[in-house]
């Protein structure tokens, strides 16, 4: 397997035409590439962060019907999509100068999130038409030690709140999963 994780996802969308402009807009400043299909077979235009020896991409096409997404409601489907960002400062830039400035509605501002990783640092936002959830996130390759610190405490102080845990949250949330020799 060459890689592991998404290789892409595809979201249909409200107003199609519209909901490029928004995301030809948003993923540009971000500094990603496009393509589309040229409407050969299909209609969709992708975005992606490492042209042209991507890793991953999103592809956006039109919905045949339906309402705007409302990631507080979780209905079935997919909660929301986080993109990386190269560090706490591209959050920043693109909350301030893309999200700000264009009345995109941020769900959560900037803010370090010390219960998911050491240094997670994230904004949430709403895309304006379909009301697709996503998130601009940095983790950091190696974080400091005192995000350590700050996520070791965030954990202990989530332990104290299940008293069901029999092992510390950093052990007891690991699951193991059948491999396929397991599963003949």
């Known amino acids: 397997m060459r890689w592991k994780g998404v290789h892409?996802?595809?979201?249909?969308?409200?107003?199609?035409?519209?909901?490029?402009?928004?995301?030809?807009?948003?993923?540009?400043?971000?500094?990603?590439?496009?393509?589309?299909?040229?409407?050969?077979?299909?209609?969709?235009t992708y975005y992606m962060a490492r042209f042209p020896f991507f890793h991953s991409y999103i592809g956006i096409q039109p919905a045949s019907g339906g309402v705007r997404l409302n990631a507080t409601a979780h209905a079935p489907g997919i909660h929301h999509i986080a993109l990386w960002?190269?560090?706490r400062r591209e959050v920043d830039s693109f909350h301030e100068g893309f999200l700000l400035r264009n009345?995109?509605?941020?769900?959560?501002?900037?803010?370090?999130?010390?219960?998911?990783?050491?240094?997670?640092?994230?904004?949430?936002?709403?895309?304006?038409?379909?009301?697709?959830?996503?998130?601009?996130?940095?983790?950091?390759?190696?974080?400091?030690?005192?995000?350590?610190?700050?996520?070791?405490?965030?954990?202990?102080?989530?332990?104290?709140?299940?008293?069901?845990?029999?092992?510390?949250p950093w052990a007891q949330a690991m699951r193991r999963l059948p491999s396929k020799k397991e599963q003949g």
């Open 8 to 44: 892409h996802v595809e979201f249909s969308v409200l107003r199609y035409e519209e909901s490029i402009t928004f995301f030809d807009w948003m993923f540009g400043w971000l500094g990603y590439r496009s393509f589309w299909t040229l409407d050969i077979g299909y209609r969709s």
């Open 103 to 168: 009345d995109v509605e941020v769900t959560d501002p900037p803010a370090e999130y010390p219960i998911y990783t050491p240094g997670y640092y994230a904004v949430f936002f709403d895309d304006p038409i379909s009301g697709i959830h996503f998130e601009l996130s940095h983790t950091p390759l190696i974080p400091s030690v005192s995000a350590g610190r700050r996520w070791l405490r965030a954990l202990k102080a989530e332990w104290t709140e299940h008293p069901e845990w029999k092992r510390p």
């Open 85 to 87: 960002a190269s560090n």
